[in-house]
């Protein structure tokens, strides 16, 4: 029933305001790992070590070997807008690394138990630290807070354990762990065929076997024979644009006319981070259209570097789709670089292995 005359206008309690903003930026585990990920990588680790438990609703753990954390700096880790990436909003237009808001660790705090073990070089030990709503907080009622020092290695580990339990809704929507887990093996894919120099592994917990094991060495050929298969490993080109006018490099691998699938593979970064664009999507298809037979799909694997002041990139992190300027240049350029690649190193493949 409505009431008749207005209620009075309350302000929501800052918990309460935290996890709503936290439960839009995460909205299933595979957005909390993408932030992990990437700020492991922003901490120069060679390994990456992913363990997944129940798609990511039970547990997420990632195991790096990047420069750790300072003990000082735990106290200030998870709240929001804490970052040793930025200072000034004009450091967002220049900034080289992924993160940039320093709003993932908060969040995630806010809507999951997490818990830091990270030890630095110059560390005698490793110390291990566990949240709650931003703040430092003890792993068991009553016990202190502070961090503890433990033993462990040069890294940083966290773990993110039952996320959403306090947005009962948000957890019982999710239907299967299983698509949730093809959601994570997806991103962890993407940043093993795109990082170079890291090696990177993902498992569910309590398994041995691997879903996704990459060593550090690999090549970028490598990298997608491991995640996609060696059937389209065997059928790719390598390309590469660059216009000095439109600002942007990009280089990459794509399948040739030999190669054919139902649904478009596209793997997409844009400054090193992981995003869609339903605009270059679409335009690589039109670009196959003439090669492949009606309803074949190529794989892609592009990395596109744009002058950062062209890209905007201060935009919300739930947005996967990037804007940049002079798309419509950009997208055109490498189109026709792949499309004159296609054209001169079909024929020979076609020969090559028909004969
Ligand atoms: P952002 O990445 O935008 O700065 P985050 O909340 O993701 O914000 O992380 C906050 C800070 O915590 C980072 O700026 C970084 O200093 C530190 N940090 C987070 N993860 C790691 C990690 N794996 N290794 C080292 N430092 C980390
Ligand atoms: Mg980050």
């Not at 990588?41 to 997420?60: P, Q, W």
């Not at 003890?138 to 502070?146: E, I, M």
């Not at 498992?203 to 550090?216: D, F, L, Q, R, T």
């Not at 059928?235 to 990459?252: M, N, Y």
Request: glycine residues 8%; neutral net charge; proline residues 4%.
């Amino acid at each position: 029933t409505r009431p008749s005359s207005p209620r009075k206008i309350v302000a929501l309690s800052e918990d309460v305001v935290n996890k709503i903003a936290a439960g839009e930026i995460i909205v299933a585990p595979v957005h909390a790992l993408k932030e992990l990920i990437e700020n492991a990588v922003d901490a120069g680790s060679t390994s990456l070590e992913v363990v997944v438990k129940d798609g990511g609703l039970k547990l997420l753990q990632i195991t790096d070997n990047g420069h750790g954390i300072e003990k000082g700096d735990l106290p200030i880790l998870c709240e929001r807008f804490t970052t040793s990436k930025l200072e000034t909003f004009e450091d967002l237009s220049s900034i080289g690394t992924y993160g940039f808001r320093g709003e993932a660790l908060a969040s995630i705090s806010h809507i999951a138990h997490l818990s830091v073990t990270t030890r630095t070089k110059e560390s005698s030990c490793a110390w291990k630290a566990h949240y709650a709503g931003g703040k430092l907080a003890p792993s068991k009622p009553g016990q202190d807070p502070a961090p503890k020092s433990i033993a462990g290695r040069p890294g940083t580990q966290i773990t993110v354990e039952d996320l959403f339990y306090n947005i009962p809704t948000r957890r019982r929507a999710f239907r299967s762990a299983s698509e949730e887990f093809a959601k994570i093996l997806d991103i962890v894919g993407r940043y093993s065929v795109h990082c170079s120099g890291i090696g990177f592994s993902c498992k569910k917990h309590g398994e041995s076997s691997m879903a996704i094991s990459v060593a550090s060495k690999a090549t970028t050929l490598d990298r997608i024979r491991q995640v996609h298969g060696a059937a389209v490993a065997r059928e790719l080109i390598q390309f590469d644009a660059s216009s000095e006018r439109w600002g942007f490099r990009c280089e990459g691998w794509v399948s040739n006319a030999n190669y054919s699938i139902k649904k478009t593979t596209m793997l997409l970064f844009i400054n090193h981070r992981s995003v869609e664009s339903t605009a270059i999507k679409k335009a690589i298809e039109q670009t196959y259209q003439a090669f492949l037979p009606k309803g074949g799909h190529p794989f892609s694997y592009l990395s596109l570097e744009i002058e950062p002041q062209r890209v905007d990139v201060n935009v919300h992190p739930t947005k996967r789709e990037v804007n940049f300027l002079n798309e419509d240049e950009i997208i055109e350029t490498i189109c026709s670089s792949i499309q004159i690649k296609l054209g001169s190193v079909d024929t020979s493949r076609t020969f090559m292995t028909q004969s």
